[in-house]
């Protein structure tokens, strides 16, 4: 890979009010670097702090295509072409028609903002596709030397779309950019790029709330067909970042939010919902008409709307009352009463799933169509879709259990209560725990790893979340409650053994970065989270 560095063409072009300079890299001396057409440096991942100081967007007209700084042509389409088939259903910021428009044309080599959403997506399927490391590494060897990790790409492709912004990158802003720094915060979740991921998911929200993602349906005037589906189903990914930063342990006190309480109550939640059908339906004028409620094929988009319904049900009280008790209920007794209702009619809220997309699918409506590789990739997505629905559906019941446990053992611990009714509650509740993990085992040993691969990092967390809760297991329900716990126990174990292949250990919830002007008393540099990590270090190892 070669650099030509073309200082006098450069500076006859563009006005500049600073005094030339030589790019030094890594390694090697000014009079070491040929700047002759036919000679430059040589980049590789080690190089990438210096790169991002020394390479203009300009020098990136010396690849016939600005990604061959990653890899071959070929090995990039070829992973966009996994996001397509594999990752879109989970992830859908981009119209599929335009976007395959798009690829055809080569569009990013005149369109910078588009080289930077491929970019993002690459890095994203790369984070999440782990099985597919090898193929990758087996069509392009020689990216495959210079980025023996995942982590290594992630990291310098995030890297090349923050040198390649221009100046005025922020005074035009789009769901496009938005879905740049989504993405790229996805994919540093992924590899535990934790700090990295904080930086680029507040990059989305900012722009999320510029935008206007969470406003009613009737302030997206201006916009055309295919935006308004875009914007809606940003939203949503949005908000489920937005939800795991409020649910998950560690993450809520210097997580940036979203949205605040009162912009949550005047959110039109059912009104922001996408349309129930496929991007082939939507042009920028016009979409086709919508089937009758019910009789619609059960889609990708279809099962994107039954999983922001999924998550909004079980946490709406939660995300809206958090600290504040107005129409929550000012009694324990009230807020209890609530959970329990919403427990029992949440569990029974994905019945009227169709038999193929239900736990114990898929049915045999797979084997009467024929083998196309249409069908086998609608297929493949139907599996993704599925067990991210149920997993996520059987993680929030295990949250509200959670709830419903703190509220029933701060009663226990005012006192004046029964104890009888204390120990009732509690095993009322270890029954529905044991439940879920009994579904959830099921589910996962029912879907092929291949299918549960897609959905990333977040599966794991929602598999680890429901595994711990089983370590407060109460010793007043006996021995053989507490051996079916561990066995359970040892079951999630080993799918997080299959699953969970982070290559460094994924420290979300922890505060693991350095305030360098903060010195402790040995004068050293103060590290954030030193106490938190080390108290939290049983949670995150005990359950891998």
Request: glycine share 6%; aromatic share 10%.
């Amino acid at each position: 890979m070669r650099l030509t560095l073309d200082l006098d063409r450069q500076k006859n072009e563009i006005p500049c009010h600073y005094p030339p300079r030589t790019a030094v890299y890594s390694g090697a001396s000014v009079d070491g670097i040929d700047t002759d057409d036919d000679a430059g440096a040589v980049l590789t991942p080690d190089h990438t702090s210096a790169l991002g100081q020394s390479i203009s967007p300009g020098s990136l007209s010396t690849f016939a295509y600005a990604t061959d700084e990653l890899c071959s042509r070929e090995l990039f389409m070829a992973i966009i072409h996994d996001y397509i088939e594999r990752v879109y259903p989970l992830c859908p910021v981009v119209h599929l028609p335009s976007f395959r428009r798009s690829l055809a044309s080569n569009q990013d080599v005149r369109d910078t903002e588009q080289m930077l959403l491929l970019v993002a997506l690459f890095t994203l399927t790369i984070g999440v596709l782990r099985s597919r490391i090898e193929d990758y590494r087996a069509m392009d060897p020689e990216a495959a030397a210079r980025f023996p990790t995942r982590t290594s790409i992630i990291t310098y492709a995030s890297q090349m779309c923050l040198r390649v912004r221009p100046p005025d990158y922020w005074d035009e802003i789009s769901h496009r950019k938005w879905a740049i720094s989504y993405t790229l915060a996805s994919a540093s979740f992924e590899v535990g790029r934790m700090n990295q991921y904080r930086m680029f998911d507040s990059e989305a929200m900012q722009l999320a709330r510029l935008l206007g993602f969470h406003l009613h349906a009737t302030e997206y005037h201006g916009l055309n067909c295919i935006e308004t589906q875009l914007r809606k189903k940003a939203f949503w990914l949005q908000f489920f970042s937005f939800a795991h930063s409020k649910v998950q342990p560690g993450r809520r006190r210097f997580h940036v939010t979203y949205l605040d309480n009162y912009v949550l109550r005047d959110v039109d939640f059912a009104a922001l919902e996408p349309l129930d059908t496929p991007d082939e339906n939507i042009t920028e004028n016009a979409v086709c008409p919508l089937a009758p409620d019910g009789t619609g094929p059960f889609t990708s988009v279809t099962a994107f709307i039954v999983n922001t319904r999924v998550f909004l049900e079980a946490l709406r009280d939660s995300l809206f009352n958090a600290g504040c008790d107005c129409g929550y209920g000012r009694t324990n007794e009230e807020k209890l009463a609530r959970l329990k209702a919403l427990f029992q009619r949440y569990k029974y809220s994905l019945d009227a799933l169709p038999s193929h997309m239900t736990q114990w699918g898929p049915s045999s409506i797979y084997d009467s169509g024929p083998s196309t590789p249409a069908n086998s990739i609608s297929r493949a997505q139907a599996e993704t879709t599925r067990a991210n629905i149920h997993i996520t559906h059987l993680w929030l019941q295990s949250f509200v259990l959670d709830q419903t446990d703190g509220i029933a053992q701060a009663m226990d611990a005012a006192g004046g209560g029964d104890e009888a009714w204390a120990a009732h509650q509690l095993a009322s509740s270890w029954a529905e725990r044991e439940d879920i993990c009994r579904q959830l085992l099921h589910v996962l040993h029912n879907v092929d790893g291949v299918h549960l691969e897609p959905n990333g990092n977040s599966l794991t967390y929602k598999i680890r979340g429901v595994a711990t809760s089983l370590l407060n297991c109460p010793s007043l329900l006996g021995e053989s409650v507490s051996q079916r716990a561990a066995g359970y126990v040892r079951e999630f174990t080993k799918v997080l053994a299959f699953l969970d292949l982070s290559e460094v250990m994924n420290t979300d919830g922890v505060d693991t970065w350095i305030d360098k002007d903060r010195k402790l008393g040995d004068g050293r540099p103060s590290a954030a989270g030193a106490d938190a990590a080390s108290a939290a270090s049983f949670s995150a190892t005990s359950v891998p």
